[in-house]
């Protein structure tokens, strides 16, 4: 029989598998303490670094999220009927709008921030030695950077 254990499959598997592990485990450490989800966390994080009056345009967020415009869309809905963010007409440019973070935002960012770094450092401490860590990102930073080739 075959060791399928050094096939790629095998790895995007166990890989998936601790994503999704990892990011129940996020999102329930956020729940248990009255925060919104992770999905949010990138967002804000771009939000918190724009002037709260300023805001940045939907389309940029495609870009510094690196999703598309539907997969914006959607997580900006989202966003708003969490009362995390507001829109309002760009007004230099009518075909788009203006994302901004609402103080309610702002203030659970650092708290949200927070925590999810917490339930990341136990993840990985329940798994892995400091040694093994820096082993995976260097891998993890190897494959990322050759896909950007």
Known sequence: ?????????????????????????IDNVLAAEG????????LLEELAAAPSQTG?????????????QYAVSRLLGRAIKAGLVTRAPHPQDKRSTLVMATED????????ARARDAAIDAFFAD???PGQVKRLNDLLQMMEDSADE
């Open 56 to 68: 940045v345009t939907a389309k940029s967020l495609e870009g510094t999220l690196g999703l598309p």
């Open 35 to 42: 925060l919104p989800a992770e999905e949010f966390l990138p």
């Open 105 to 112: 935002a702002r203030r659970l960012y650092p708290r949200m």
């Open 127 to 129: 798994r892995l030695r």
């Open 1 to 25: 029989m075959t060791d399928k254990t050094d096939a790629p499959g095998a790895a995007w598997s166990a890989l998936a598998r601790l994503a999704r592990t990892g990011q129940a485990r």
